[in-house]
């Protein structure tokens, strides 16, 4: 009997932090200092309306002048992330944030943010994949 191939839900993180577009790039700044993190789902509404990185972050401030509490995750954040749904195959969004250098997909389902799915649990995802099928470990 063969196992089936997982999904993006089990390796996302759940109930990521998240930001209004809004809010200014100041807050953005010390949510991902405070939690160690580097993408931000810019939520309206409830509705995913955008994707602040801290590479986002860190460019719009590199500006002459710039001012991290007059500019807002809206003005700076991608408004066309890579979203994904939790039953999507893992091997399928792996290899499209491969193919087009994406950092992370936003994890959406019905029209609600319920995860995201970075590099890094692509690499959490890897290891435990190598380390069941190669070592034997559950």
Same mark, same amino acid.
């Given at each position: ?6 999904t993006i839900q089990?390796?996302?993180t759940?109930q990521? %932090?998240?930001?209004?577009?809004? !809010? ?15 993408h931000?789902?810019v ?6 309306v955008?994707l ?5 972050v860190?460019?719009?401030l590199g500006?002459?002048g ?10 700076? /954040?991608?408004?066309?992330p890579y979203?994904?749904?939790?039953d999507?195959?893992?091997?399928e969004?792996?290899?499209t944030m491969?193919?087009r250098h994406?950092g ?11 995860g995201? %799915?970075?590099?890094?649990?692509a /690499?959490?995802?890897l290891a435990?994949?190598? !380390?069941?099928?190669f070592?034997?470990r559950?």
């Amino acid at each position: 009997m063969s196992k089936s191939e997982p999904t993006i839900q089990k390796y996302m993180t759940v109930q990521p %932090f998240e930001i209004g577009p809004a !809010e200014t790039l100041s807050k953005a700044r010390d949510l991902f200092s405070k939690h160690g993190i580097r993408h931000l789902p810019v939520v309206d509404s409830g509705r995913v309306v955008g994707l602040l990185s801290d590479r986002d972050v860190k460019l719009a401030l590199g500006a002459v002048g710039a001012d991290a509490s007059r500019q807002t995750a809206g003005d700076v /954040c991608v408004t066309d992330p890579y979203v994904v749904e939790p039953d999507d195959l893992l091997s399928e969004v792996a290899r499209t944030m491969a193919s087009r250098h994406y950092g992370s997909a936003v994890v959406v389902s019905n029209g609600k943010l319920v995860g995201i %799915f970075t590099t890094v649990d692509a /690499c959490r995802a890897l290891a435990e994949i190598i !380390e069941t099928r190669f070592h034997g470990r559950n």
